[in-house]
């Protein structure tokens, strides 16, 4: 039997004797080991990473004042720490009346955000937060620095957009900004009773959605502890102070003012997107103990959500009783535009599978949250078990897709094959060879979802290298 040192020798070998670590910006995966490492390694903490400012940038700061984040002169673009929490950006933004493509929860992590693709308020016009991302400041295996973009090393800017832990540690991300005012939104409670109907015209509202993209409207059935009963919360915009708009609220507006199918708790109102963060942030019934998250996309249709709660229901409510516990099965409109990756198209594209032929879609999530460590084994099993049971029945009735939405993923997931299509795969297996020959940041960095090995790979030898600045691009 080998000893303890006699192993430590092997892996050094193995990973060139680097130290193990994993890297934490603000936070956003749930999954233990999404970016931390236990006693086997250290964790890069990139909280306390900031910005110079420069002086006249009027954002009351002196010159050599460190910050979050800070507009171009022009105001155009923001650029952003990526240990920076959403809520920061939005700060610096909002007294400009400007927005970017950011998390719709201002605690949310700008880095795990953007590195996992991003679905923010503004997506469905705009695509993805990291299709808006227009440069990365990144630092590659070989502990060079460079800058990712259009012009400078397209290929890496390509596929950091939805990047994971596989090219390098993002360190700042440069954005495009928007002009943004005041807001129609904010949260719904209705009881589960109103889910058929709510969940009917949330098919006819996606099928809309492509025609005035400014909207965003998510639902959650989910079980509250703290009420003893499950519960639909909807969360909903609309980039206008303009209320119920039409057609896309009609049905909704509807329902509003009808006594026996209003709201049990109505919170909209014209507002601005920060407030709605915190408002999003303050609402949400869970209690976020231990949690494990996990998705899936399909093909809008409301007898299939209301058939996975109840599926839920059966796996779930004998563990009402226990600490903590709280689940909810969540569903947001991903329309034609942003489905067929036209929304995506003004900065390069990016790879995912979300290409052109796709039709509307929903992004599925299921939340689980408990307190009791012992009731790990339960929670966990029958979280994997709902998924199962959802993407076998959703491929029987013919409203499967493929499309794993990162952020919303476990560990256990295959998401980068299941995300990116034959070709993109094929190609960010190729960009990883170029910026990470020797697989380094696979066998050293912890967390995130890695680039699996092609079917040669694994026979391959790659010479060491030493980045080139004139390197020809792929």
Known sequence: ????????????????????????????????GASN?????????????????????????????????????????????AGARWRDVYSVLKPENLTTVGGRVGDVGVGGFLLGGGIGFLSAEHGFGSDNVVNYEVVLS???????????????????????????????????????????????????????KLLDKLVKFTEKLDSDP?????????????????????????????????????????????????????MMGIKNLVDITE???????????????????????????????TKGIELFEPYHDHPGVHWAVSIQPIPKRFASGRASLTNGGNPSCLQEGNGDLWVMLITTDWLDPADDEVMNSNAETLLKWAEDEARRRGLFHSFIYPNYA?????????????????????????????????????????????????EEEVKDWIYDTSRTEL
Request: net charge negative.
């Open 1 to 32: 039997m080998a000893t303890r040192e006699e192993e430590e020798e092997k892996r050094q070998g193995e990973d060139g004797g680097g130290c193990h670590f994993a890297v934490r910006t603000g936070g956003h995966m749930s999954w233990s």
């Open 37 to 81: 490492i236990g006693l086997e390694g250290f964790t890069i903490d990139l909280q306390g990473l900031m910005l110079e400012t420069e002086e006249g940038q009027g954002q009351g700061e002196e010159r050599g004042s460190d910050v979050r984040a800070k507009l171009s002169k022009d105001n155009k673009v923001v650029s952003i720490s």
């Open 142 to 196: 070989n502990g060079s620095i460079v800058h990712a973009n259009s012009a400078s090393h397209p290929s890496l800017y390509w596929a950091l957009k939805m990047g994971s832990t596989n090219y390098g540690i993002v360190t700042r991300f440069d954005m495009m900004t928007y002009a943004q005012g005041p807001v129609w939104g904010g949260s719904q409670f209705y009881s589960i009773e109103q889910a058929p």
């Open 214 to 266: 400014k909207a965003f409207w998510g639902l959650s059935m989910a079980w509250n502890p703290a009420t003893k009963d499950y519960i639909i919360w909807t969360l909903q915009t609309y980039l206008k102070p303009e209320p119920y708009p039409s057609p896309l609220w009609d049905d909704f507006a509807a329902m509003v003012n009808d006594s026996t199918t209003e709201p049990l708790v109505d």
């Open 279 to 309: 408002e999003f942030q303050d609402a949400d019934p869970g209690k976020h103990g231990r949690s494990r998250w996990l998705s899936m996309t399909y093909r809008p249709n409301a007898r299939f959500h209301l058939d996975l709660h």
């Open 410 to 458: 476990s560990g256990s997931q295959s998401v980068i094959e299941r995300s990116t299509d034959p070709e993109a795969l094929r190609m960010i297996q190729e960009i990883k060879r170029v910026y990470d020959p020797n697989r380094i940041l696979d066998k050293l960095w912890h967390g995130g979802f890695k680039i699996p090995l092609d079917t040669n790979e694994e």
